[in-house]
């Protein structure tokens, strides 16, 4: 059979650079997208350095991987910011950030990836959100997040309603707070305190959550919750 494609923006470090290895492993090819990514040796995996924010960015993406290797079989949408503050204390520099990286990048990179799914008859969709959409706390006051990362799930749902008869699914992870260099060492006692469980996620749990995704056939439209019960409540 020809090996699948998949598609990771975000893809320079953290959970988005893990997902790449992860794809690699599991024999996809990739490519990888992100404002500031390395080239790669590997000759499975087209590195297309760029903005989400910017459209140009997607079509690279979605362009060069066609031309290089004729298929896109998975989307994950894993770039995104965020940036907690008091509501008040926003600029909006920090609104246009949000609203560029977490809702435009998503707007093109899913728009380019589905019209070339839909040739093929197939495809799946991974957004990475968080379960602060679902369970807010005054001490992480974070509205944009909740704006944007919320609209994420809501589109999740839509898309996969509006798409499940055309063979293309479409799903998110929510993840709670994961050691990731976004957090200090010193922040990891109080950011465990927030999960039920009593510890902080690691990469590793959001990785292996994807592939869950990737290989249900009967799941779309699901908000899988990553969070160490986060959102189920304290």
């Not at 090996?3 to 599991?26: E, F, H, M, P, W």
């Not at 362009?63 to 989307?75: C, N, P, Q, V, W």
């Not at 510890?199 to 959001?206: F, K």
């Amino acid at each position: 059979m020809e090996q699948k494609v998949a598609v990771i923006t975000g893809a320079s470090g953290g959970i988005g650079a893990a997902l790449v290895n992860a794809y690699r492993d599991r024999d996809y090819r990739v490519v990888a997208t992100d404002r500031s990514i390395e080239p790669s040796r590997d000759a499975d995996i087209v590195v297309v350095p760029g903005d989400i924010a910017d459209r140009n960015t997607a079509q690279r993406a979605i362009s060069e991987g066609m031309a290089r290797f004729g298929r896109i079989d998975t989307l994950v949408n894993g770039a995104g910011i965020f940036i907690a503050k008091p509501f008040a204390q926003y600029t909006e520099a920090d609104y246009a950030a949000f609203l560029g990286v977490n809702v435009a990048g998503f707007f093109h990179m899913t728009q380019l990836a589905i019209a070339e799914m839909e040739k093929q008859g197939s495809g799946h969709i991974v957004q990475i959100t968080t379960s602060l959409v679902d369970h807010a706390r005054a001490s992480v006051p974070s509205v944009l997040a909740a704006l944007t990362k919320g609209g994420l799930n809501a589109a999740t749902r839509s898309l996969a309603i509006e798409y499940a008869k055309r063979g293309i699914r479409v799903n998110a992870v929510s993840p709670g707070i994961i050691k990731t260099p976004m957090h200090s060492v010193e922040e990891y006692a109080q950011l465990a305190a927030m999960h039920p469980v009593g510890r902080m996620g690691e990469i590793s749990d959001i990785v292996d959550a994807i592939p869950y995704l990737e290989g249900a056939s009967f799941v779309t439209g699901e908000i899988l919750h990553v969070d160490g019960g986060q959102s189920a409540g304290h």
